[in-house]
């Protein structure tokens, strides 16, 4: 059975056919007029036509808004074998050669209503057309025919009528099933093969890879979910642009053996990730190779991870060679410097002497103060943890940062970008505010001709996240990878331990911390701490209390979640 949606279609598809079909019919009758005598009523015929245009009009607005569909199918197969029959015997009667649009209104019939209802039209245009005959003949009616067949030829007209009228509506209702059982075939098909789109669709977008296809000339034509997540860009931004422009490194090749390759990609919003490539071409059966498919898995975390190990491993040596030679190199610069204090008294020493013993005192300082600090680094730490605020422990830091700036004139302007009002953690404050106070140095130092240092805090899932971002020269991907290594300073008069203990610090609070940065674009430090709520609700139960942190050198770093700094 046809939809109501198609019997509608159908409906309306009959009214431009029936006006096309009138102005046609209207336009011949008219020139055979004109061209020859007839005796047909022009305007009576005229009248008729005009009717019969009013009629389908009258159709065509009907169906705007009454929706028995079936039932105006039927009243216009009806309406239309009346006017038929009408038509027929204004143009002659059996001379007529308008009788075909019995055949025309049986086929309507067939397709706009149940298969009976075919042979019922032909059963009704049979009686219309034989009463039409019958009339002209006795002549009940005016007849306009130009001949006279006798009785018998007369009623082998109506019989070879009523014969085609069965033939055509039993072939047209045969045909119209026959349409209807391959439109509901076609319809159950392209149900399957829709069914079958959506779930490869859904496969593909579920799969936890990124999955990219491209076209023969690398431009993207699929990205799934996974890849959108992991480029941090949405659909209308990748489709259509060209695959090989959104990463850093080159792409590997299907068509040669290396067929996977480790890429970088700079995001949008976040960090640069470090993407493992795939690469395979698409080929289709009979169609040969249409493009490739791109599968991305992110290594961000696991070369980050990497990198920890290969700097924990390089942070303990440097512990053990301390704790192994800081007191050997203290001795004797202790006797160094004592003697120097000693010669330094003599009286008869020339100002270039004892200038020269001012220079070695001076220097046996700064040696002392460099080994104090790498003893200070290497050796076990007292932590006191217990319930306390950040946010004041970084306004007292950043209030006295702002008092020594003002103070040198430096032109540094220091902004608090606080989201919270509280942001309680289980932390050493004093620890912690060494950590804030190291940040806080690397960035003046960072800005010698003056910029804008922006402290910000904010909540960021189970961790609070403090960031420390300057303007000042920025640093290479190499330096900000050993940032946190020992001895890595690149100020002038740094001992390079400041943010080698930082790092030591945040280990012991099992925090994060990174930075990143690239060179003339300033530096961000980041420092993430486990949120109080979040302790109690992962059940990590510590009470406050004085802790001894001996080695952490040998403790991984929690630097999760983050990715290579940009460069």
Excluded at 217 to 239: F, M, Y
Excluded at 462 to 476: L, N, R, V
Excluded at 488 to 500: D, I, K, R, Y
Aim: aromatic fraction near 8%; include cysteine.
């Amino acid at each position: 059975m046809q939809s109501t949606f198609d019997e509608r279609n159908w409906l309306a598809w009959l009214v431009k056919v029936r006006i096309l079909i009138l102005t046609f019919l209207l336009a011949i009758q008219l020139a055979v007029a004109r061209l020859s005598p007839t005796p047909l009523p022009l305007r009576l015929f005229v009248g008729t036509i005009a009717l019969w245009f009013s009629l389908s009009l009258g159709y065509a607005i009907l169906l705007s808004f009454w929706q028995e569909h079936r039932l105006q199918a039927s009243l216009q197969v009806l309406t239309d074998l009346v006017v038929v029959s009408l038509v027929v015997h204004l143009t002659g009667g059996w001379d007529s050669s308008l009788n075909f649009l019995y055949p025309l209104v049986i086929i309507v019939a067939s397709i706009l209503l149940p298969r009976v209802w075919a042979h019922l039209v032909a059963a009704l245009a049979f009686i219309l057309y034989g009463t039409v005959l019958e009339l002209n003949y006795y002549g009940v009616v005016t007849s306009y025919c130009t001949t006279h067949p006798g009785l018998k030829t007369l009623q082998a007209i109506i019989f070879v009528n009523l014969f085609a009228y069965l033939a055509v509506a039993y072939l047209a209702g045969l045909l119209t099933t026959k349409l209807r059982q391959a439109r509901v075939q076609l319809k159950n098909a392209s149900g399957a093969l829709e069914n079958l789109q959506i779930l490869h669709e859904n496969i593909i977008q579920s799969i936890g890879s990124g999955l990219i296809t491209t076209g023969l000339d690398g431009h993207i034509t699929l990205v799934n979910s996974a890849a959108q997540k992991l480029l941090e860009r949405s659909p209308n931004e990748l489709l259509g642009t060209p695959v090989a422009k959104l990463f850093l490194d080159a792409l590997p090749n299907a068509e040669s053996q290396l067929t996977h390759a480790e890429v970088r990609f700079d995001t949008q919003k976040s960090f640069r990730k470090t993407l493992r490539v795939r690469v395979a071409t698409l080929n289709v059966p009979d169609r040969g190779t249409l493009g490739y498919v791109y599968a991305l898995d992110d290594l961000t975390e696991i070369r980050r991870l990497e990198r920890e190990v290969r700097m924990q491993d390089r942070l303990a040596a440097v512990g053990r060679l301390a704790a192994a030679i800081a007191h050997e190199i203290r001795n004797p610069l202790t006797s160094i410097a004592g003697s120097v204090s000693m010669l330094s008294g003599i009286p008869e020493m020339s100002p270039e002497h004892r200038q020269l013993l001012d220079i070695v005192t001076r220097e046996s300082q700064r040696l002392n103060g460099i080994i104090t600090d790498f003893l200070a680094y290497s050796r076990g730490k007292q932590y006191r943890f217990e319930k306390v605020d950040l946010v004041p422990l970084l306004e007292d830091t950043l209030t006295l940062m702002r008092h020594r700036m003002a103070a040198e004139n430096t032109g540094i302007v220091i902004e608090s970008r606080f989201t919270v009002r509280q942001a309680w953690s289980l932390a050493d404050g004093d620890r912690i505010k060494q950590v804030f106070w190291n940040f806080g140095e690397n960035a003046i130092r960072a800005m010698r001709n003056g910029g804008n240092l922006r402290v910000g805090i904010e909540r960021l899932g189970d961790d609070w996240q403090i960031s420390f971002a300057d303007t000042g020269t920025g640093m290479t991907p190499q330096q900000t990878e050993k940032i946190f290594e020992p001895f890595q300073s690149s100020f002038e008069g740094g001992t390079g331990l400041g943010l080698a203990v930082v790092y030591q610090i945040v280990q012991a609070h099992e925090g994060k911390v990174w930075a990143r940065s690239k060179p003339g674009q300033g530096t961000t430090f980041v420092l993430r701490l486990r949120r109080l709520d979040a302790e109690r609700q992962s059940d990590r139960t510590a009470l406050p209390g004085t802790f001894a942190v001996p080695d952490t050198h040998s403790q991984l770093a929690a630097v999760a979640g983050e990715g290579r700094p940009r460069g």
